[in-house]
């Protein structure tokens, strides 16, 4: 299947590079061509070159580099007009200004009250709230079944609880959040024109302001409120920040959780040995979780950074005004991190906690704790209200959404007993 946008990319496809399939039609091999490519690995996205990392080592060290930056200016591709606003990931690196685009000092300026609102205290506190929202979602999945028996799982469970949680953290109301999961659902989907996307990208602008607008005149005990209040002496936020910042946060914080949830379930479905481990006590489930962070990561590719000089990484140099692309599926699977078995879902791995799946250094995830705490009540709720559960079609009929930087699934159809 050919992505309708392919023609509209710029010109001057990356000799011998990685194609990387925006329909994603065969991840697992994708991943292994990476990895075979080298530690730095030449990629194409949508016919835009760039250089990708697949080794945890070397990835580890890129993600604390700080000649490294989230600057689009900095990207010559960009400044030389080869890449414009037609290119249908330019939003995903050019989303406005927030702690996910810039760097230093600003950086931590824009990040400082996301990460105070996501203390382990304050997880704590939410904890009671996103158990009863699980139990709400459990009892739907039980009322949703079809006259065979048939669920989705993502849509009526892995879906929403995600974004109920981010939603009472911001103060979204939930009459808004079917709304922002199918947009946040097209803007991704490689099958949405780029004109809509843009658009999309617009209305989001336009309903997160008046979010922002609402709360300054009203603020509440939520983290929209807390971005906007500034504190004493400080330097305030502007409405642009706030937006940005939000923004990010309802994408990253949904989307990963529902790939979490989703790929911790299909590995324990294929795999029920494993499964049959942590119902009878013998493993738990933060071993589920960090493995499948590991082995089945919810983001494939994380766009984008740029060298503002040249880099050498092994035997390549990254040159001044590149993009670089990390590639957290494959570094996920590092031999030389994980062992010659690494191509292996197995809960009892050493190393199963080892890997950077939300990133590392300062530009780490911010809602990894929450992603985690999300799933670590999801996954043992779901196995205890309904440990038959089991998949309704074979395995292999599980479709990827067309979307090239996260891991989702189109829909994840489960029997329940």
């Known amino acids: 299947m050919n992505c309708p946008h392919t023609a509209a990319a710029p010109a ?23 990895r075979d490519a080298g ?30 930056v989230k600057d689009i200016d900095a990207w010559e591709l960009w400044r030389s007009g080869v890449v414009t606003r037609a290119w ?3 939003g995903m690196i050019d989303a406005g200004r927030s702690m996910f685009t810039v ?37 739907q999945l039980e ?18 609880l995600p974004m109920k949680v981010v939603g009472m953290l911001m103060g979204v109301d939930e009459s808004q959040h079917a709304m922002l999961s199918r947009q946040y659902k097209a803007f991704f989907s490689m099958l949405t024109p780029q004109d809509e996307r843009l658009a999309l990208l617009a209305e989001l602008d336009v309903f997160y302001a008046e979010l922002v607008r609402e709360r300054t005149a009203r603020p509440a005990d ?9 504190e004493e002496g400080g330097e305030p936020l502007t409405e642009e920040e706030v937006v940005g910042n939000l923004k990010a946060m309802v994408a990253a914080g949904h989307e990963t959780t529902i790939g979490l949830v989703l790929n911790a379930v299909r590995a324990l479905l294929s795999h029920p040995d494993q499964l049959r481990m942590v119902l009878d006590g013998e493993a738990d489930w933060d071993a589920v979780i960090e493995e499948t962070l590991r082995w089945d990561t919810p983001t ?20 001044e005004g590149e993009g670089v692309v990390i590639s957290y599926r494959a570094i996920g699977r590092d031999i030389e991190q994980h062992g010659p078995d690494a191509d292996a879902f197995d809960i009892t791995r050493p190393t199963r906690n080892r890997h950077m799946t939300f990133g590392h250094g300062p530009h780490i995830c911010p809602g990894a704790a929450l992603s985690r705490v999300e799933a670590a009540t999801a996954l043992p709720a779901l196995f205890g209200r309904f440990p038959g559960l089991r998949l309704a079609v074979p395995d292999e009929e599980i479709t990827k959404l067309p979307v090239m930087t996260q891991n ?3 829909a994840f159809p489960v029997l329940l007993d």
Do not use: Y
Request: without cysteine; proline residues 4%; negative net charge.
């Open 300 to 319: 494939t590719h994380l766009l984008m950074r740029f060298a503002t000089e040249d880099i050498t990484v092994g035997d390549e140099v990254i040159r």
């Open 88 to 90: 249908p990931l330019i």
């Open 222 to 230: 939520d983290l929209t409120s807390a971005l906007i209040l500034a």
């Open 143 to 160: 009322a949703g079944r079809d006259e065979n028996g048939v669920v989705d799982l993502k849509a009526v469970f892995a879906q929403p």
């Open 39 to 68: 530690v730095l690995a030449r990629i194409d996205l949508l016919g835009v070159p760039a250089w990708t990392v697949t080794r945890h080592a070397e990835a580890r060290q890129l993600l604390l580099d700080q000649r490294l």
């Open 408 to 410: 989702d699934m189109a």
């Open 103 to 139: 760097d230093g000092a600003e950086h931590r300026r824009l990040r400082t009250k996301t990460s105070q609102a996501l203390t382990p205290r304050r997880l704590e506190a939410i904890r009671p709230a996103i158990e009863k929202f699980t139990e709400e979602l459990l009892d």
């Open 12 to 34: 001057g496809r990356s000799t011998g590079a990685v194609v990387i399939d925006p329909m994603v039609q065969d991840l697992d091999g994708e991943t292994a061509r990476l």
